[in-house]
């Protein structure tokens, strides 16, 4: 587009569209993304702070240090209004002493048995690799698979098998 488009020029748009949204129900409700994959999750943790603020929930954010990390205040804003939240994050490179961080390297599945409810419905956004292997995971523990939803910004790839 940058290098296409001229100002003045019309370009033809559509609303979004998918089937990658939070979910109303009763169950626990885990928020998982990687870099980017941030943006789609936060709508998410903002409507249940909004209109299900007791639902269990946990944020779980990856980036690759300090820098690199999106919304870390505002996402800690979001879970102080929950009754029943949490926020974990991982970095994959720690920096300074100061980063706070839960996790220093990557995501493991010990890590995700140990924070996430097992009834949980799991959403799941960022890199490909990242998804790959946090679906891995989460199926390995046993979560049911129509509790794992994920969305790709990028081209479709099937995740699980």
Do not use: W
């Not at 720690?94 to 009834?119: A, N, P, R």
């Not at 679906?135 to 081209?155: R, S």
Request: include cysteine; glycine fraction near 6%; charge should be negative.
């Amino acid at each position: 587009m940058h290098d296409q488009l001229k100002e003045g020029d019309t370009i033809e748009v559509s609303a979004p569209a998918g089937d990658f949204y939070l979910e109303k129900s009763t169950q626990p409700v885990a928020l998982i993304s990687g870099g980017v994959g941030v943006t789609p999750m936060m709508a998410m943790l903002d409507a249940v702070a909004a209109n299900e603020p007791n639902r269990k929930t946990v944020f779980i954010h990856a980036a690759r240090n300090k820098e690199a990390h999106a919304f870390g205040r505002e996402s800690a804003e979001k879970i102080s209004q929950l009754s029943d939240g949490k926020v974990y994050i991982a970095y994959e490179e720690k920096k300074h002493e100061s980063d706070v961080c839960d996790v220093t390297g990557f995501i493991s599945k010990d890590f995700l048995q140990k924070v996430i409810d097992s009834q949980s419905i799991c959403y799941v956004c960022g890199p490909v690799p990242f998804m790959r292997a946090v679906v891995q995971h989460l199926n390995e523990l046993g979560f049911d698979k129509q509790n794992i939803k994920y969305e790709f910004f990028g081209p479709s790839l099937a995740l699980q098998s």
